[in-house]
Structures are given as structure tokens and as C-alpha cells.
């Protein structure tokens, strides 16, 4: 092996490791996600595997990135991301989602979407896992319903709530709505990203 190869190797165990663990997920646990032997994970995060992309591409489904995010690597210092420059992510009829990073991040989901008008996300009943989720209005009226309470959201205003609790948002204005999500711990697969 080069050290180009090494380097890679290391930096795919180190990030896998980083992974697994922010996301609490046992190696079975993330063998069974992603169809891989608990092994053969094992080997990868000791970094004596042989990869192949195939293997990259389940891995990084089930955490929600590309599979060539597990190659980045981070600034240390920190680096500039322009609003044309952001990873477009699941994109539904009337909504658009953009991850704010430069990489997905481990520990925390940041994105941004934006809302039609007239466009409504969720249902009456709609749940998912049991994350902390926040909400922040940064442009137009989001009417956002919390375990069947309406609440008329502006610029600025924000929400906060666990996503096990039914929530539904609906943009009441005439013009296209914007939001940032924090939510944490990442959804993981639950999160649909960009897995190109």
C-alpha cells in the first residue's frame, strides 16, 4: 500500500468510528442496518479491510451522507460555505432542503428548507424516532402544528420539541418560506440526504 491508500484506509476507520459511536449504534446494530457483516465492519474500523464502494454506499445510507464524505476532510479552523455552494438534500413537492455544512456533521443535523406557499410538511399524525428537534423561522409565515396546537410563526420565531410528538408545518404566506433545522442526534437514515 502507498501512503495515499493508507491515508485513506485510516481516515475511513477514524470516520466510521465517529459515526457508530455519535449515533449510538452497536456494530451489530449497524450491521444490521446496512447489510454488512458485524466482522467485516470490525476490520473496516481497524482499518484492514479492503473496501469497496459498494460497502461505501450502504454505510453511508444508513448514516444519511455520501459515500465520498467519508474522505473529506474537515478544516480544523473552520471554512466558509456560500448559499450556492450548499449540498442539496431530500427534495419534496413544493420543498426544498440544503445541508449548511461543508460535511455532514456527526453529532448534529443543521439544514435549511424552503416551503412553497401554500405547501404543508407532515400530517396530524406524523412522528418519527425520538430526536430533539429546533425550528427557526428566517423568512416568511409558517403556521406549525405541535400535538394539534396551531402556532403562527414569523421571521425569527422558533419552536423546539421532540419529533416523537405529532407536528405538522404549512407555510400560510404568499411568498416562499425558509427554515433552519437543528436536530440532534442525526436521524440517520431516517434523514434522506444526497447519497450521489
Known amino acids: 500500500m502507498n501512503d495515499s491508500t ?3 484506509t485510516e481516515q475511513l476507520a477514524r470516520r466510521l468510528k465517529a459515526l457508530r459511536t455519535a449515533r449510538k449504534l452497536s456494530m451489530r446494530e449497524l ?21 469497496t464502494v459498494q460497502s461505501l454506499r450502504k454505510l453511508a445510507a444508513v448514516f444519511g451522507i455520501a459515500w465520498s464524505d467519508f474522505f473529506v476532510r474537515a478544516d480544523e479552523g473552520g471554512a466558509v460555505l456560500r448559499r ?3 449540498r442539496r438534500l431530500a427534495f419534496g413537492s413544493g420543498q426544498r432542503d440544503f445541508g449548511i ?7 448534529v443535523d443543521v439544514s435549511v428548507s424552503e416551503y ?3 405547501v404543508t410538511v407532515g400530517d396530524e399524525e406524523y412522528v418519527h424516532d425520538d430526536l430533539h428537534e429546533i ?3 428566517l423568512r416568511g409565515t409558517i403556521r406549525f402544528r405541535l400535538d394539534g396546537v396551531d402556532h403562527d410563526l414569523e421571521q425569527g420565531d422558533s419552536v423546539d420539541f421532540r419529533s416523537s410528538t405529532p ?3 404549512t407555510n400560510t404566506g404568499d411568498e416562499l418560506a425558509e427554515g433552519l433545522w437543528v436536530i440532534t442526534p442525526p436521524a440517520g437514515s431516517s434523514t434522506p440526504h444526497d447519497a450521489s
Open 31 to 51: 450491521a444490521s442496518r446496512s447489510g454488512l457483516s458485524a466482522g467485516y465492519l470490525s476490520q473496516i474500523e481497524n482499518g484492514k479491510a479492503n473496501v
Open 6 to 8: 493508507d491515508n485513506d
Open 167 to 169: 407536528h405538522m408545518l
Open 135 to 137: 425550528f427557526v423561522v
Open 116 to 118: 412553497e406557499p401554500g
Open 101 to 107: 455544512a461543508r460535511l455532514p456533521l456527526i453529532d
Open 84 to 86: 450556492a455552494d450548499r
